[in-house]
């Protein structure tokens, strides 16, 4: 019997950039963890019912999530997208060109957490934020986009099962306790209301009040 996932995925017909952008990311012999086709949608949706223009992405990887991202938005809006490695930045870049958001995107080569301290002494904000980078620092990213957070800004964190180790009380390595971590966090932020979606991977939700 089918999973409830691939039922529903099974109702969509394939994205052919989105599928050009995975098999692009296997060929660079990079990991494949992009989000999950469904996640993918619920993005744009959210960004186009959030009427989001400035959007901060941890983690570009290939583009997958950029391009789900960019395709939010109503008529103007910006991405800015953290990286740590330059060739995955610049391989997602040319996938948001394609994908006719190369003008909407700016890459920050680097790690995550130092960029993030740089655009909040800028005094940047933003009306949504995607996390899907390092593990460890889950906790640390969501407590920087709820600084960097305009009232109302959504939060979405992808991956918050780990393929099943957050829930395995016998795995306790540090992204398994910093997942934990981040899961409760967002559960029990007096400065948020969340939920958390149990399909995929897992995603968390959440909006700055």
């Given amino acids: ?35 999950a086709p469904g996640y993918g949608r619920l993005l744009t949706m959210l960004v186009t019912l959030s009427r989001s223009t400035r959007i901060l992405e941890i983690g570009a990887l290939g583009g997958y999530s950029g391009i789900c991202l960019c395709r939010g938005f109503a008529q103007s809006g910006r991405l800015t997208s953290l990286e740590l490695k330059a060739e995955y930045a610049k391989l997602a870049h040319s996938h948001l060109e394609q994908a006719g958001f190369g003008d909407v995107v700016e890459y920050q080569i680097g790690p995550a957490l130092d960029s993030l301290k740089l655009l909040e002494a800028q005094g940047r904000k933003y009306d949504f934020f995607f996390i899907d980078a390092d593990k460890e620092n889950y906790p640390n990213y969501l407590e920087y986009a709820i600084r960097l957070a305009s009232p109302g800004a959504i939060i979405a964190g992808d991956n918050i099962f780990l393929r099943g180790r957050t829930l395995n009380t ?20 007096p400065r948020l209301t969340s939920t958390l979606l149990p399909a995929y991977d897992g995603l968390a939700l959440a909006m700055v009040k």
């Fill in 1 to 35: 019997m089918q999973n409830q996932e691939d039922y529903s995925e099974q109702l969509y017909t394939e994205d052919e950039l989105l599928l050009k952008v995975k098999q692009a990311i296997a060929a660079n012999d990079m990991p494949e963890v992009s989000i």
């Fill in 170 to 189: 016998e795995k306790n390595g540090p992204a398994v306790q910093a997942m934990r971590r981040f899961n409760e966090m967002i559960a029990g932020d």
